[in-house]
């Protein structure tokens, strides 16, 4: 067991009208394993979906940048 980033998973409901649940596992620094599970209403799912097509298009335009200055093109 080590410390580092947890793994984070969006836990579909386990009965239909039931809420999705944000589950985060991983482990402190002195190697005890940790886990939080935090009930989500749909607005909540929403919005950690648009954060994630965020973060997906700041990574994408940062590497093409990247990739562009690295080739000695303009980007």
Do not use: K
């Not at 799912?45 to 335009?61: K, P, S, Y």
Request: glycine share 12%.
């Amino acid at each position: 067991a080590e410390s580092g980033p947890p793994d984070v998973t969006v836990v579909p409901p386990e009965e239909p009208g039931g809420f999705p649940r944000l589950l985060w596992s991983g482990f402190d620094h002195e190697g005890t394993p940790r886990r939080v599970e935090i009930e989500l209403e749909d607005s909540q799912v929403i919005a950690l979906g648009d954060a994630t097509g965020d973060f997906v298009t700041w990574a994408r335009e940062f590497l093409a940048a990247y990739i562009d200055a690295r080739a000695g093109g303009a980007a």
